[in-house]
């Protein structure tokens, strides 16, 4: 299976100020017939499931802020949110689905307001 | 809109069994692969189980393998997972997933514990 690492494991930014999560894949999840990087990224708030954020790596999901924005490509991917809000506090996971079956999760990043 | 509702989850003893449920609504059930994925207490997130619309695909993650089934039922817009000889560590959130490859829809998850 391709595994997801995600770093930090947590983080603590203030409020405005730009926050970065980063993942990287075990392999190459760029399809190059296609050139689609297979990777998304979820948000998840204490007792809700997750919520889709981007897919195919940096198409956002709609009505997902701009101040979101999701970069990579091959093994190397990040999740920036430009200006931390107090409702962006939240786990987010990266996902790849390049391999099927076996698609896998990082291992989750924790966004606190500092 | 879309909307998947879980049912089924509870406490079970070690060994013991259990079956979800997910109804569907809102979109056509059967033109979707579906999947089960679940959240230990604390922890992340681990896929489970899918299975293609025509149920000719199906997929189990080998920590369930041979214990886990995924079935459903496009008649009836359900989709199921039937959990044999549980363990402790099959504690968890069990969500129903609408599967895109990236999952854009979940429900809200179905608690199940297993403990003695």
């Known amino acids: 299976d391709i595994v997801m690492t995600q770093s930090p494991d947590s983080l603590a930014v203030s409020l405005g100020e730009r926050a970065t999560i980063n993942c990287k894949s075990s392999?190459?999840?760029?399809?190059?017939?296609?050139?689609?990087?297979?990777l998304a990224w979820y948000q998840q708030k204490p007792g809700h499931p997750p919520k889709l954020l981007f897919y195919?790596?940096?198409t956002r999901k709609s009505g997902v802020p701009d101040r979101f924005s999701g970069s990579g490509s091959g093994t190397d991917f990040t999740l920036t949110i430009s200006s931390l809000q107090a409702e962006d506090v939240a786990v987010y996971y990266c996902q790849q689905y390049y391999s099927t079956p076996g698609r896998t999760f990082g291992q989750g990043t924790k966004v606190e307001i500092k | 809109q879309v909307q998947l509702v879980e049912s089924g989850g509870g406490l079970v003893k070690p060994g013991g069994s259990l079956r979800l449920s997910c109804a569907a609504s809102g979109f056509t059930f059967s033109d979707y692969y579906m999947s089960w994925i679940r959240q230990a207490p604390g922890k992340g997130l681990e896929w489970v189980s899918y299975i293609s619309g025509s149920s000719n695909t199906i997929y189990h993650a080998d920590s369930v393998k041979g214990r886990f089934t995924i079935s459903r039922d496009n008649a009836k817009n359900s989709l199921y997972l039937q959990m044999n000889s549980l363990r402790a560590e099959d504690t968890a959130v069990y969500y129903c997933a609408r599967d895109q490859w990236e999952i854009h829809d979940w429900g809200q998850g179905t608690l199940v514990t297993v403990s003695s």
């Open positions: 392999q190459s999840i760029l399809y190059s017939s296609n050139n689609k990087n297979y």
């Open positions: 195919w790596a940096s």
